[in-house]
T-cell receptor, first 115, second 114 residues
Framework: EPEVTQTPSHQVTQMGQEVILRCVPISNHLYFYWYRQILGQKVEFLVSFYNNEISEKSEIFDDQFSVERPDGSNFTLKIRSTKLEDSAMYFC?????????????FGPGTRLLVL | GDSVTQMEGPVTLSEEAFLTINCTYTATGYPSLFWYVQYPGEGLQLLLKATKADDKGSNKGFEATYRKETTSFHLEKGSVQVSDSAVYFCALRPSNFGNEKLTFGTGTRLTIIP
């Protein structure tokens, strides 16, 4: 069964450093998402992406964050200058369309620790 | 804005016990409702969903009914197994447009002991 993959599974970085989290969505999907979960808190929406543009973003997704689909398969989340509060599990998701019965398929997540 | 409130965990049950994990929501309009499950080391997997009031979603022995009058979508299973140990997330999507963002609850960690 097709699945969303994410790399790396764990990332440790120093405050102020740039990190890029990578995702390979399911191949025929058109909509892409990033969510995050700070330890012990809710899974929060960050951004959605369609047709090479951001469709929607949350208040969390400020100028420090960016997303890109650099080729036909990868979908990346970049944090330019990491802060301690960026430590979280980051989930990528994808879906194929707009129908009511559509489902978002999630990857296993990248656990980011900012020191 | 939209929100989902989920039963606090962790929940520990014996094998073959009856499971209920409560979920209530706040939303305008007509949201779709979901339960996702996360097994250790894996991503969020869709467990079941319902897109309109009174719909019942079911999968792997789990059920949840979309109750608009009580704004609830409680997850139930009649007889749990050790393999059901996981974290369960309730979520809503604001409408029937499949590409909209999901709003999640905090997750409930379930442990089943033999």
């Amino acid at each position: 069964e097709p699945e969303v993959t994410q790399t790396p599974s764990h990332q440790v970085t120093q405050m102020g450093q740039e990190v890029i989290l990578r995702c390979v969505p399911i191949s025929n999907h058109l909509y892409f998402y990033w969510y995050r979960q700070i330890l012990g808190q809710k899974v929060e929406f960050l951004v959605s992406f369609y047709n090479n543009e951001i469709s929607e973003k949350s208040e969390i997704f400020d100028d420090q964050f960016s997303v890109e689909r650099p080729d036909g398969s990868n979908f990346t989340l970049k944090i330019r200058s990491t802060k301690l509060e960026d430590s979280a599990m980051y989930f990528c998701a994808s879906s194929s369309g707009q129908g009511a019965w559509e489902t978002q398929y999630f990857g296993p997540g990248t656990r980011l620790l900012v020191l | 804005g939209d929100s989902v409130t989920q039963m606090e965990g962790p929940v520990t049950l014996s094998e073959e016990a009856f499971l209920t994990i409560n979920c209530t929501y706040t939303a305008t309009g007509y949201p779709s409702l979901f339960w996702y499950v996360q097994y250790p080391g894996e991503g969020l997997q869709l467990l079941l969903k319902a897109t309109k009031a009174d719909d019942k979603g079911s999968n792997k022995g789990f059920e949840a009914t979309y109750r608009k009058e009580t704004t609830s979508f409680h997850l139930e299973k009649g007889s749990v197994q050790v393999s059901d140990s996981a974290v369960y997330f309730c979520a809503l999507r604001p409408s029937n447009f499949g590409n909209e963002k999901l709003t999640f609850g905090t997750g409930t960690r379930l442990t089943i002991i033999p």
